[in-house]
């Protein structure tokens, strides 16, 4: 409403007329439009590296978490391989015990031998079986060939048993494989 007139004027739907703005108003202007952008591309910048060092970060901590495990798993392999070298000694043994040695003795030796297998098998230690099965390189270490009634390529005897440790291969096994039967006949 007009004071003077006391006529009530109303919006036209139209929006008002901005003041005319002068030239170093204008540059001013164009320098916080382009101080704006050079923030936001700082801020883009910024976001982008965070998103990269958090995904940075989560693959540590899963780094981290699995090494923590190996390190729990695998940390006694050494330990192990020197433990295997006992089981062996006790087997070879048990194979040279004379006759006429008390049965209880090698009762009590046969015992005390699982026994000690039976902890190793606990503790992630299992013996790979080769006996009558194929060559594989990532498990068996040939050590000869021999003519046996067996396919060529298949174990035909064990000189040293092999171990892996939860899976991992702690020590290959020692084999001697077969040149199959026609060698056998001649």
Do not use: C
Not at 5 to 34: F, M, R, Y
Not at 57 to 75: A, P, T
């Amino acid at each position: 409403m007009n004071e003077s007139s006391g006529v009530h004027l109303e919006n036209s739907g139209q929006p008002e007329e901005i003041p005319a703005v002068g030239a170093s108003q204008t540059s001013e202007i164009q320098d916080l439009q382009k101080r704006i952008q050079e923030l936001e591309a700082q801020v883009k910048e910024k976001e982008s590296k965070y998103v990269y060092l958090y995904a940075d970060f989560e693959n540590f901590k899963k780094r981290s978490i699995k090494e923590r495990s190996d390190l729990i798993k695998f940390g006694w392999e050494s330990v192990a391989r020197d433990l295997l070298e006992t089981a062996d000694n006790l087997e070879r043994a048990m194979t040279h015990v004379p006759t006429g040695t008390d049965s209880n003795f090698t009762d009590g030796l046969t015992m005390v031998l699982n026994q000690f297998r039976s902890s190793l098998q606990k503790q992630g230690v299992e013996a790979i079986e080769s006996l009558e099965k194929s060559f594989d390189p990532n498990f068996h270490e040939a050590v000869g060939q021999e003519p046996s009634p067996l396919p060529s390529g298949v174990i035909s005897r064990e000189h040293t048993r092999g171990y892996t440790l939860h899976g991992r291969l702690l020590r290959p096994a020692r084999v001697v494989l077969s040149n199959g039967e026609k060698e056998l006949k001649s």
